[in-house]
């Protein structure tokens, strides 16, 4: 088993940035894919970024070039740094991981990932 726990999520002003952190507990041998998705509220939940066991990552289109995925394996923590936010990234932010992903079209798929996090709220205003 796997626990994950969110923190740093907060209020910002459109243009501002925010820094999550995602802590892994347990069987960390379980979490060689690591992403980050969100959902808004009546949206579907979907995949913002992935980072894998080789530090290889994956973005949505639409956080391309203003979010970075990393990881710092010694802490067993997942970051997601968030810049020049907008009005539209206000979702909820949940941190996922799971062992293995059979098709790299899956990577931001929430039904590939076996293990969640409670998610952290990110409001973004105008």
């Known amino acids: 088993q796997v626990q994950l726990v969110e923190s740093g999520g907060g209020s910002v002003q459109s243009g501002g940035s925010l820094r999550l952190s995602c802590v892994a507990y347990?069987?960390?041998?379980?979490?060689?894919?690591m992403a980050w998705f969100r959902q808004a509220p009546g949206k579907e939940r979907e995949g913002v970024a992935v980072?894998?066991?080789?530090?290889?990552?994956n973005y949505a289109d639409s956080v391309k070039g203003r979010f970075t995925i990393s990881l710092d394996n010694a802490k067993n923590t997942l970051y997601l740094q968030m810049n020049s936010l907008k009005p539209e990234d206000t979702a909820m932010y949940y941190c996922?991981?799971?062992?293995?992903?059979?098709?790299?079209?899956?990577?931001?798929?929430?039904?590939?990932?076996?293990?969640w996090g409670q998610g952290t709220q990110v409001t973004v205003s105008s």
């Open positions: 347990g069987h960390t041998y379980s979490t060689n894919y």
């Open positions: 980072i894998d066991s080789d530090s290889r990552t």
């Open positions: 996922a991981a799971t062992p293995h992903v059979s098709l790299y079209r899956l990577l931001l798929q929430a039904s590939s990932y076996n293990y």
